[in-house]
Nanobody, 125 residues
Framework: QVQLVESGGASVQAGGSLRLSCAAS????????LGWFRQAPGKEREGVAG???????HYADSVKGRFTISKDYAKNTLYLQMNSLKPEDTAMYYC???????????????????WGQGTQVTVSS
């Protein structure tokens, strides 16, 4: 029903910036909430940022003040602007969506119905 494709991942030096994009297609009108997650090898998938159907945003403490989540309705695209990148930000980043509802637990991967394939972000010191 919904397809998500991430792009924008790259290798950058600490202190640099990247802008990740998530293009949604299919039945995009059923999406209420969107989120960005990341997973490093051997670690659990963690919530990075979320945005609900009203535009309210949420961030993990580790990225507050550095990352910004936003969406462009006209382009059916979700963004994650990442500034002041640190080596610990290195991970595969995933876009995810929840159909028909918002969530009170944006940080929980199990809340999301649709996932992209991921885009790699590598930050070197």
């Amino acid at each position: 029903q919904v397809q998500l494709v991430e792009s924008g991942g790259a290798s950058v030096q600490a202190g640099g910036s990247l802008r990740l994009s998530c293009a949604a297609s299919g039945l995009t009108y059923i999406i209420h909430s969107l989120g960005w997650f990341r997973q490093a090898p051997g670690k659990e998938r963690e919530g990075v940022a979320g945005i609900d159907g009203r535009g309210s945003t949420h961030y993990a403490d580790s990225v507050k003040g550095r990352f910004t989540i936003s969406k462009d309705y006209a382009k059916n695209t979700l963004y994650l602007q990442m500034n002041s990148l640190k080596p610990e930000d290195t991970a595969m980043y995933y876009c995810a969506a929840i159909a028909y509802r918002d969530t009170g637990a944006w940080w929980m991967p199990g809340e999301y119905n649709y996932w992209g394939q991921g885009t790699q972000v590598t930050v070197s010191s």
